[in-house]
């Protein structure tokens, strides 16, 4: 440790060595037996091992790191993969169509939850890492801080967020951690996630145009739908988020393609 203003509670405090920007339990099928993730450059054909994902040194002090945000993760952890465990977490699937699956999550805890996917925004925008470098929401940051740091969220119309989930035609979802682009010049006022087989969307200004809210919206009801896509339809949006088309061809296995 070393001392420094922690970026959360802005105290002058002993920072620790390593932060994660996107915590460990959302890499769980994109590590290799050896515990290495591959980074896929989207752009060219090179590729970069990471051992322990992403990460900063000195940029939190030990209670926002463990206490605050680790609240966060434990719970998201639990509801990503242990949902029998938070007492009453309900998950039903529905399928609409043969690329088209509805996962309908009742009883999560909207505050937690959400808190959860706004720390990743946020965190990704404080990064030092070249990773997140196209990451820029200063105009949101000191709301975003003050929403973790006192566990308090702003009027439910803003931030509303959506998860949706590509699969890989055998149902596994894909394994996919793109470098996010986010900021307020894009046309499009959503900041976009994909990490593994989930896409996380956050909307940084309220009636934002973006086709899944409100129906696959995070409700205050403590409830969400989460669409499974697959095939054409998990292409259609991954090249709809700018993902090149031999990445989608391939994650899809709409045709034939290698990366």
Same mark, same amino acid.
């Given at each position: 440790m070393k001392n420094g203003i922690c970026k959360l509670c802005l105290g002058e405090k002993p920072l620790i060595g390593k932060s994660h920007i996107y915590p460990q339990f959302l890499y769980q099928g994109v590590f290799d037996e050896t515990n290495r993730t591959v980074l896929q450059h989207l752009k060219n054909d090179g590729h970069q091992f990471f051992q322990t994902g992403f990460y900063d040194k000195y940029i939190l002090c030990e209670r926002c790191d463990n206490i605050i945000l680790g609240s966060l993760e434990r719970?998201? &952890?639990l509801v990503f993969y242990n949902p029998h465990t938070t007492n009453s977490?309900?998950?039903t699937e529905t399928?609409?169509?043969k690329d088209l699956t509805v996962m309908n999550v009742q009883n999560i805890d909207?505050?937690?939850f959400k808190l959860f996917v706004l720390s990743l925004l946020w965190r990704a925008h404080i990064s030092t890492n070249g990773f997140f470098k196209e990451v820029e929401v200063s105009q949101i940051e000191p709301q975003l801080r003050s929403m973790l740091f006192n566990n308090d969220? &702003?009027?439910d119309k803003d931030f509303q967020l959506?998860?949706?989930r590509i699969d890989r035609p055998n149902g596994a979802a894909i394994d996919i951690i793109p470098n996010p682009k986010v900021n307020f010049k894009q046309k499009l006022k959503? &900041?976009?996630f994909i990490i593994g087989g989930l896409v996380y969307a956050i909307e940084l200004e309220r009636n934002s145009g973006f086709s899944f809210f409100p129906d696959f919206s995070l409700k205050?009801?403590?409830e969400i739908l989460i669409p499974r896509l697959s095939h054409g339809t998990a292409r259609a949006y991954l090249k709809a988020l700018g993902i090149p088309d031999k990445h989608a061809n391939y994650f899809s296995g709409t045709k034939q393609s290698s990366i």
């Amino acid at each position: 440790m070393k001392n420094g203003i922690c970026k959360l509670c802005l105290g002058e405090k002993p920072l620790i060595g390593k932060s994660h920007i996107y915590p460990q339990f959302l890499y769980q099928g994109v590590f290799d037996e050896t515990n290495r993730t591959v980074l896929q450059h989207l752009k060219n054909d090179g590729h970069q091992f990471f051992q322990t994902g992403f990460y900063d040194k000195y940029i939190l002090c030990e209670r926002c790191d463990n206490i605050i945000l680790g609240s966060l993760e434990r719970y998201a &952890a639990l509801v990503f993969y242990n949902p029998h465990t938070t007492n009453s977490i309900s998950i039903t699937e529905t399928r609409e169509r043969k690329d088209l699956t509805v996962m309908n999550v009742q009883n999560i805890d909207y505050k937690k939850f959400k808190l959860f996917v706004l720390s990743l925004l946020w965190r990704a925008h404080i990064s030092t890492n070249g990773f997140f470098k196209e990451v820029e929401v200063s105009q949101i940051e000191p709301q975003l801080r003050s929403m973790l740091f006192n566990n308090d969220l &702003a009027d439910d119309k803003d931030f509303q967020l959506s998860i949706t989930r590509i699969d890989r035609p055998n149902g596994a979802a894909i394994d996919i951690i793109p470098n996010p682009k986010v900021n307020f010049k894009q046309k499009l006022k959503v &900041a976009i996630f994909i990490i593994g087989g989930l896409v996380y969307a956050i909307e940084l200004e309220r009636n934002s145009g973006f086709s899944f809210f409100p129906d696959f919206s995070l409700k205050p009801t403590n409830e969400i739908l989460i669409p499974r896509l697959s095939h054409g339809t998990a292409r259609a949006y991954l090249k709809a988020l700018g993902i090149p088309d031999k990445h989608a061809n391939y994650f899809s296995g709409t045709k034939q393609s290698s990366i």
